[in-house]
């Protein structure tokens, strides 16, 4: 794998980072035996939410990485921890009467985190939606607040869009404050045609210029495409949800192309689908899920692979 740093941190971030949605109490081994595998191939991000878990809402991912930070302390120095929380009106368990966007959540949502992680920090907090009708000043003062208290080394927002993103760090800017850095917007090689899921951020192309412009860190959710790259072809349309979002004559093409390639280089599709999301010329983590270590072995092979900027142009159809 190969790694980048990013302001407030020392700490050395993989460009393979480990989705822990499905995480629950009940598949504890598996979920260890995951996580360790992760860590023995070198990943270091590993990225949560309180929403993450199966049954979701209740904090179950974040609960299962705390016993296993509590099992291992020894790793904690070494592994980047990214959650995210708030989505409006969700996490009733957690937040009674569903979540809210303002600074009392932001404290609340951090110290419930922190509480089920067993840890004193976390990496990197992130919003893991929007509300835009709420102003971006206090939200910034908030955490950074959270920043001088040490309980984050640093903040960002999932699903923003990058117009608000620009409205949080340059207030951030223009008042002293610690700015954000990083977003995590759904990223793929193959583009989606609408959001996976309401409230949600697609990057299209003019997002990639801005990432490139700030070298902003992106954090790249379903980067295989939710399975676009396994499952879809044309005679395929079982999966409602795939063909809404992902089916396209542009995607077929790019999938055929990943394929033309992946055969010149003697590697998987799979492998190629991911080097195009971490091979950008900005920072990127691209997420990947797992239900064994077999599959971290897979997903995370990977993240050594070079993409030159033609091939990343051919597989995005621009030559």
């Excluded at 910034?140 to 959270?146: G, H, I, K, S, T």
């Excluded at 689908?273 to 797992?290: E, M, T």
Aim: proline share 5%; hydrophobic share 35%; glycine share 6%.
């Amino acid at each position: 794998m190969k790694y980048f740093s990013i302001a407030n941190s020392n700490k050395k971030i993989s460009n393979i980072g480990l989705g822990t949605m499905t995480f629950h109490p009940d598949s504890k081994d598996r979920d260890f035996s995951i996580l360790n595998e992760f860590v023995k191939q070198g990943g270091t991000f590993i990225d949560t939410a309180e929403v993450y878990g199966l049954v979701e809402e209740h904090g179950y991912s974040e609960m299962v990485i705390g016993d296993w930070l509590e099992e291992n302390p020894e790793v904690r120095d070494k592994i980047f921890i990214l959650s995210k929380g708030l989505i409006p009106g969700y996490c009733a368990p957690i937040h009674p009467g569903g979540a809210k966007i303002n600074p009392e959540y932001i404290h609340k949502a951090i110290e419930g985190s922190l509480k089920r992680m067993k840890t004193k920090y976390l990496d990197l907090w992130m919003f893991h939606r929007d509300d835009p009708s709420q102003d971006v000043g206090p939200l910034v003062d908030a955490l950074d607040e959270e920043i001088k208290a040490g309980n984050i080394r640093g903040y960002g927002a999932s699903n923003w869009s990058v117009k608000r993103i620009q409205e949080a760090i340059d207030y951030a800017n223009n008042n002293n404050k610690t700015p954000m850095q990083g977003s995590s917007p759904h990223f793929s090689l193959a583009k989606a045609n609408e959001p996976y899921w309401p409230d949600t951020v697609v990057t299209d192309q003019n997002d990639k210029k801005w990432f490139e412009k700030n070298n902003f860190l992106l954090v790249a959710w379903s980067s295989l495409g939710r399975g676009f790259f396994a499952r879809a072809n044309k005679n395929y349309t079982d999966d409602a949800d795939l063909v809404r979002v992902f089916y396209s004559k542009e995607n077929f093409e790019k999938k055929d192309r990943a394929s033309t390639l992946a055969k010149i280089k003697g590697i998987s599709i799979y492998e190629i689908a991911i080097a195009y999301v971490i091979n950008q010329k900005f920072p990127v983590v691209a997420l990947v899920g797992a239900e064994s270590p077999e599959e971290i072995i897979t997903n995370t092979k990977a993240g050594s692979l070079t993409l030159s900027p033609e091939e990343i142009n051919w597989l995005d159809l621009i030559k």
